[in-house]
């Protein structure tokens, strides 16, 4: 089983500074999300992990498909690379959060692993739902990094391969494994390259990455490899190579962008999606020898990205970014935590709302709207205002409630029961997408809807 997660770590040496100022972080608050590793099993179970905004490691999970999510996990943060997840099935799963925990329930709880002795894990894989690897910065040799195993779904982990270094110089920033024999990892410094096995990590063999021209220290960000011998790697400046004998040769592939790539998967040795800056995604369906620029409908950073099959992809970003297709790519849906209510909504697009064309006085009825949110809203943040025309004509307040959550995604649907006590003529019913009291965007934006009220029934 291949693993169904991808992060970027792009910029990884920050990681170093990030571990001596974490106590420096805990307190500032941040705008959004910043969303940079997503994992999903199948088209149905999937996590999320980001920095949150009180510079927090967190976990959001779902269970049908991103159309609603729930939190299922928060941590201080630390260094640059804390904040990912990869699950080996629908409830085992590790998260790194600064120490490496597991978990046996989905993310209903999370327990720390011996693998938090070894260093700090910036990924992790699984090649079926017991076997798997990770990889760290500042290893058993105090610098460089390590690879580590685990034969037990990520209850414990034991270092296979310590990898020296010079100021964490050899930590291994991505990992990927074919087969229960065979697993890859990403080294990052100044001599790339990709440690690989081809017996279940008794022997470790690196094989040297071409250099980016003008690239970083760290010029590589990703690795993924659908065959046992065949993989790509991802980084600096557009690069995307390929291997088909295991990373002893790669070949530069024509990608037709200059900017950072971040992430890339291979749901299948033909198919693949790259993923990176300025809301970048490309895809592939014939093995790299063509790349093609979809559009994503942003410009954020994209940091991470999951395909299932050919069909059913999420990508993940910066600044709460969360996308989701179903046909390939051809065109993305926007999804949202609840985190990234913080936001407020500046660009919220609210429907008309909907009411029985007869209300009976001292009857509930139903009220539900649509809202398109260019950042989704929690249900506490729409409420409904119910009036209703008096005799006079006049338009009174009979109360307002707060909607309930139906459909999270990129058409929200939000319902409120309401009774209305008083009597009266025709009623209007005022649907509200509020701002939280805490944001800077206040807005509110509505429609309204009318029926006729039956007096004493």
């Not at 990927?176 to 410094?189: D, F, N, Q, T, V």
């Not at 600044?319 to 990234?340: D, E």
Request: glycine share 14%; aromatic share 8%; hydrophobic share 40%.
């Amino acid at each position: 089983m291949r693993s169904a997660h991808r992060i970027t770590t792009m910029g990884i040496v920050s990681a170093i500074v990030c571990l001596l100022a974490a106590a420096c972080f805990a307190g500032a608050a941040r705008a959004s999300a910043d969303y940079m590793s997503v994992s999903f099993v199948d088209a149905d179970y999937g996590w999320i992990a980001g920095i949150g905004s009180s510079s927090t490691t967190d976990v959001w999970r779902t269970t049908n498909g991103g159309a609603t999510w729930t939190k299922a996990g928060s941590a201080l943060a630390v260094g640059s690379a804390a904040g990912w997840v990869s699950f080996a099935s629908r409830t085992s799963g590790v998260w790194g959060n600064g120490a490496l925990m597991h978990t046996s329930d989905g993310g209903g709880s999370w327990k720390e692993t011996s693998g938090s002795t070894i260093g700090i894990f910036n990924d992790a894989c699984f090649a079926s739902e017991d076997v798997g690897w990770a990889g760290c910065t500042f290893g058993n040799s105090a610098s460089g990094g390590a690879i580590a195993a685990t034969t037990d779904g990520g209850v414990t982990w034991k270092s296979q391969k310590d990898i020296p270094g010079d100021d964490g110089s050899g930590g291994v920033s991505a990992v990927s494994s074919p087969s229960l024999e065979r697993c890859y990892a990403l080294k990052w410094g100044d001599d790339e390259g990709v440690w690989a096995t081809s017996d279940g990590g008794a022997d470790w063999t690196l094989r040297p990455l071409p250099h980016i021209a003008g690239g970083a220290y760290a010029s590589y960000s990703d690795i993924d490899f659908p065959g046992e011998e065949t993989g790509w790697a991802v980084g600096a400046a557009g690069t995307i190579l390929r291997t088909d004998d295991a990373g002893a040769t790669w070949t530069k592939q024509v990608s037709g962008v200059s900017v950072p790539i971040a992430a890339v998967d291979f749901p299948a040795t033909s198919v693949g999606f790259a993923v990176g800056r300025s809301g970048l995604i490309l895809r592939t369906r014939d093995g790299g020898s063509h790349w093609v620029k979809l559009k994503s409908g942003t410009q954020k950073w994209l940091t991470a990205v999951c395909f299932v099959d050919a069909s059913h992809g999420w990508v993940v970003g910066k600044s709460g970014v969360l996308l989701r297709t179903s046909n390939g790519g051809k065109t993305w849906r926007v999804q949202a935590t609840a985190h990234a209510v913080a936001k407020g909504l500046p660009r919220a697009k609210v429907g008309r709302p909907h009411l029985p064309s007869i209300i009976v006085t001292g009857a509930p009825f139903n009220v539900w709207g649509t809202l398109r949110p260019h950042h989704a809203a929690e249900a506490q943040s729409v409420k409904i205002r119910c009036m209703f025309q008096n005799e006079d004509g006049d338009w009174v307040l009979e109360k307002t409630v707060w909607a309930t959550n139906h459909d999270l995604g990129s058409i929200t649907k939000y319902v409120a029961s309401v009774t209305l006590d008083a009597p009266g003529y025709p009623v209007a019913c005022r649907l509200q997408a509020i701002a939280p009291a805490d944001s800077q965007h206040s807005t509110t934006y509505s429609k309204w809807a009318r029926g006729d009220v039956l007096v004493g029934e």
